[in-house]
């Protein structure tokens, strides 16, 4: 089955960098897409970004576009999140997540809602203070 974990959460100063890491197993994810989801205190888990695993073609939520940069080494089965110039309001529990039905024939779309992504990491802390 497929599992996803995350490393690489931590606490950082504002204006810092971290970076995440999805380490990905139990298929090859040919045709999906992987995405990286965040959810604060008593918020929904809201759309950071996603990549075509086969392509690498990328998509990024407004609020983290410039900053943040999603990318994938297929030889090591991993998806990464560079997050540059982090802000306090980016502290969150951040989730990876792929979503195995990204193409349909040669139509490919990324979803940015959590229900379209059928598999989930266990989330790792990211904390910015000001």
């Known amino acids: 089955q497929v599992q996803l974990v995350e490393s690489g959460g931590g606490l950082v100063q504002a204006g810092g960098s971290l970076r995440l890491s999805c380490a990905a197993s139990g298929r090859t994810f040919s045709r999906y897409a992987m995405g990286w989801f965040r959810q604060g205190p008593g918020k929904d888990r809201d759309f950071v970004a996603s990549i075509s695993w086969d392509s690498g073609s990328t998509t990024y939520a407004a609020s983290v576009k410039g900053r943040f940069t999603i990318s994938r080494d297929k030889a090591l089965n991993t998806v990464y999140l560079q997050m540059n110039s982090l802000k306090p309001e980016d502290t969150a529990v951040y989730y990876c997540?792929?979503?195995?039905?990204?193409?349909?024939?040669?139509?490919?779309?990324?979803?940015?809602?959590?229900?379209?992504?059928?598999?989930w990491g266990q989330g790792t802390q990211v904390t910015v203070s000001s």
């Open positions: 997540a792929a979503d195995p039905d990204y193409c349909s024939g040669n139509l490919c779309s990324f979803g940015r809602v959590a229900r379209e992504y059928d598999y």
